[in-house]
């Protein structure tokens, strides 16, 4: 689409699918317990929904991440492995004018109990889940300012930290003629 269709285009129900791929990169070290690689490959097919309502638009995602075994975990003699991990996250969007908007954010995740030669380890089991809000303003045709603050509301592990982002973005294409 040139950019004066796209500035027309009216979104009404959008669904879409991904597949995240993570390749087993970064040194990886068997001796190590804790290392900056994986040694496994990571796959994730998400579905996305997306409705608008006038100024509102609600957007929904849902995935699921696979993992391959480490067959050289820990000493190099270890297979370790990792049940799937689900995924789930909503934005609730309302737009005040082109490119300032405001949304509240959430996530849940849940799984990824891990084994280690083939014993589970319920002790690994993950949930959690994050709350936030995002907003943009837009300073000019090519430039808006967005701010984003987020905290967790459930960890089991890890999560449980207040995040606060700035961001600056610069469109390349401007405002549609």
Do not use: C
Not at 112 to 136: A, E, K, Y
């Amino acid at each position: 689409m040139e950019p004066s269709e796209f500035h027309k285009w009216k979104q009404k129900t959008l669904i879409g699918v991904s597949l995240k791929v993570v390749a087993p990169t970064g040194q990886y070290d068997p001796a190590k317990i804790v290392n900056w690689g994986g040694n496994r490959w990571a796959f994730k097919p998400e579905l996305a929904y997306s409705q608008r309502w006038g100024k509102i638009v609600l957007d929904a995602y849902g995935g699921v991440w696979f993992y391959t075994p480490n067959s050289r975990f820990f000493t190099g003699h270890n297979e370790r492995t990792e049940n799937p991990v689900g995924a789930f996250e909503g934005h609730l969007s309302y737009d005040w004018k082109l490119r300032t908007w405001v949304s509240l954010d959430g996530n849940f995740w849940f799984g990824g109990t891990t084994s280690l030669n083939g014993i589970p380890n319920p002790d690994t089991t993950q949930t959690g889940s994050r709350i936030g809000v995002t907003g943009s303003v837009r300073l000019d045709k090519h430039q808006s300012i967005k701010v984003s603050y987020s905290e967790g509301t459930y960890e089991r592990f890890g999560g449980n930290y207040r995040n606060f982002s700035t961001a600056w973005q610069w469109s390349w294409l401007g405002h549609p003629r």
